[in-house]
């Protein structure tokens, strides 16, 4: 289930689709291309001492969410969806960081200490 600004949003995007054939393919391919250009970025900053072009990862991120909203309007599948599913797969695969009371022995771990 969309929201009403993420359907404005997706229809806004939409509207600068250049076809509408194999639209699914056409998006998954441009994440993946623009997944590169914003590694690039971080790239040219680390190794070749760069400073990080803020703009351009704004730029690259802002384009990955282009691709990425309409390749789930396509599927049928909401932002809070992917959300909610993504939590719960990990709560199941790492239980441990999701457990909102840590429950401490203090006293166990502190007994090396005199």
């Not at 289930?1 to 194999?22: G, Y």
Request: proline fraction near 1%; charged fraction near 30%.
């Amino acid at each position: 289930m969309q929201t009403h600004q993420t359907e404005q949003s997706t229809n806004k995007f939409r509207r600068t689709l250049s076809t509408n054939e194999n639209v699914e393919l056409h998006m998954a391919i441009g994440l993946c291309t623009e997944a590169g250009e914003l590694l690039d970025a971080y790239k040219k900053s680390i190794f070749y001492g760069r400073e990080l072009n803020k703009q351009n990862v704004k730029e690259e991120i802002g384009d990955i969410i282009w691709y990425l909203e309409i390749l789930m309007d396509e599927i049928g599948y909401s932002y809070e969806e992917a959300s909610n599913d993504v939590i719960e797969k990990l709560a199941k695969r790492y239980p441990e960081k999701f457990k909102d009371v840590i429950q401490r022995n203090v006293k166990e771990e502190l007994s090396h200490i005199d």
